[in-house]
């Protein structure tokens, strides 16, 4: 008989510690079993709403059953379902503006097809427009909340990955809308658009920022790319917090040897954890310039044949320069196919005594 202290259950188990362990292992296993039911059950729930939203507007229900239709199918669906709530004519109307606001911002992207007309093109991606698993993760009153307060596809998709990321109730959701956290900060230029589909060119924009806060490096004025990279990988912890939540530093100056005798170095490469994609990065400490977007496209096209494994995302590319005029960057990456963004710097440069004494002793 053991001598620690034990709670015998009168059934005649004995709770000891590890007894105890697992049971609370047991417990943790099934409240993640609940979450993820839950999560099936209201992706369930909002694939239909969603297929429903698509129906309707394929239907053109009002214009085929009158101005009474959405009074009818609610009247219908209480019937048919009596024990089911959502069949209000408040939430059959959402479902319809739901699945309208992602449908339109889609079409609205497109570039044109040969042998398409717009209209076409339209009804076509309408047609098969099926829903972004993510938003099964998302409850259904923050998506009414989100499609009411939103005007773009982008700013819909932010609040929806924030959602997600941060667990935010309505109340805070809410609280992110009215205060346009998506419109006060500043976005980088990129061609995600056109280089990645949706909803990953939301996703891949989402990691980025404009301008990098580097006021944690102690730079001289009149320092080079060689000199703010260094100070970078010196400062890793403190870059890796500002790049954003989900980065891993792989390396610097990675050799990418093409043959014998070529060889390239990318600056900085990284890996975002959560999206599952590398990132590549070049430091430039003068204003943007259109020749480097050929070079970091080349970095990518390596990156993605010989870094991406099988279940990895496309990886992408950034620029980050010391400034950027937006058209320039718009032309540069207009005719790019790789994934790539330009975004800029602040720090505070600090001038070297010497070279002020050096400088006041030449005006004497």
């Given at each position: 008989?053991?001598?620690?202290?034990i709670?015998?259950y009168?059934?005649?188990v004995?709770a000891?510690?590890?007894?105890v362990?697992?049971l609370?292992?047991?417990?943790?296993?099934?409240?993640?079993s609940?979450?993820?039911?839950?999560?099936?059950v209201?992706?369930?729930m909002?694939?239909f709403?969603?297929?429903?939203?698509?129906?309707i507007?394929?239907?053109?229900?009002?214009?085929k059953?009158?101005?009474?239709?959405?009074n009818q199918?609610?009247?219908d669906l209480?019937?048919?379902?009596?024990?089911?709530?959502?069949?209000?004519?408040?939430?059959?109307?959402?479902m319809?503006?739901?699945?309208a606001?992602y449908?339109?911002?889609?079409?609205n992207?497109q570039?044109?097809?040969?042998?398409?007309?717009?209209?076409?093109i339209?009804?076509r991606?309408?047609d098969?427009l099926?829903?972004p698993?993510?938003?099964?993760?998302?409850?259904?009153?923050?998506?009414?909340?989100?499609?009411?307060?939103?005007?773009k596809l982008?700013?819909a998709?932010?609040?929806?990955?924030?959602?997600?990321?941060h667990?935010?109730?309505?109340p805070?959701?809410?609280d992110?809308?009215?205060?346009?956290?998506f419109k006060?900060r500043e976005?980088?230029?990129?061609?995600?658009?056109?280089?990645?589909?949706?909803p990953?060119?939301?996703l891949?924009q989402?990691?980025?920022k404009s301008?990098?806060?580097?006021?944690?490096l102690?730079?001289?004025?009149?320092?080079d790319e060689?000199e703010?990279?260094?100070?970078?990988?010196?400062?890793?912890?403190?870059?890796?917090?500002?790049?954003?939540?989900?980065?891993?530093?792989?390396?610097?100056?990675?050799e990418?040897r093409?043959?014998?005798?070529?060889?390239?170095f990318p600056?900085?490469?990284?890996?975002?954890?959560p999206?599952?994609?590398?990132?590549?990065?070049e430091l430039?400490a003068?204003?943007?310039?259109?020749?480097?977007?050929?070079?970091?496209?080349?970095y990518?096209?390596?990156?993605?044949?010989?870094l991406r494994?099988a279940d990895?995302?496309?990886?992408?590319?950034?620029?980050?320069c010391r400034?950027?005029?937006?058209?320039?960057?718009?032309?540069?990456?207009?005719?790019?196919?790789k994934?790539?963004g330009?975004?800029?710097y602040?720090?505070?440069?600090?001038?070297?005594?010497?070279v002020?004494e050096?400088?006041?002793?030449q005006k004497?």
């Open positions: 008989m053991s001598n620690t202290p709670f015998v009168r059934s005649g004995i000891d510690k590890s007894y362990e697992w609370s292992e047991v417990k943790r296993r099934i409240q993640r609940q979450i993820k039911a839950a999560i099936r209201n992706s369930a909002l694939e709403y969603w297929s429903l939203g698509r129906d507007i394929l239907m053109k229900a009002e214009n059953w009158g101005t009474g239709f959405f199918l609610s009247l209480k019937d048919l379902f009596p024990n089911q709530t959502g069949f209000s004519v408040t939430n059959l109307k959402y319809k503006r739901w699945y606001f449908s339109e911002q889609t079409t992207r570039r044109p097809i040969d042998g398409l007309d717009n209209a076409e339209r009804q991606l309408v098969e099926e829903m698993e993510i938003f099964g993760q998302v409850p259904w009153g923050q998506h009414i909340d989100i499609i009411s307060k939103c005007e982008e700013e998709m932010f609040y929806i990955h924030q959602t997600i990321e667990g935010w109730s309505r805070q959701l809410n992110g809308l009215d205060a346009k956290i006060t976005t980088v230029v990129t061609n995600f658009d056109k280089t990645l589909p949706l990953q060119n939301v891949a989402e990691i980025l301008p990098y806060n580097f006021d944690f102690t730079m001289r004025k009149g320092y060689k703010l990279e260094e100070a970078l990988v010196k400062n890793v912890t403190q870059f890796l917090l500002e790049l954003g939540k989900g980065f891993a530093y792989v390396g610097r100056q990675m990418l093409m043959d014998e005798e070529t060889a390239f600056d900085l490469v990284f890996y975002h954890i999206q599952k994609r590398y990132v590549i990065i430039k003068v204003k943007f310039a259109p020749e480097f977007a050929g070079k970091l496209n080349f990518v096209t390596a990156a993605d044949k010989l494994g990895d995302n496309p990886s992408v590319g950034l620029i980050i400034t950027a005029k937006k058209t320039i960057v718009e032309w540069s990456l207009q005719d790019i196919n994934p790539l330009v975004a800029t602040q720090l505070q440069e600090v001038v070297d005594r010497t002020i050096i400088e006041q002793k004497e």
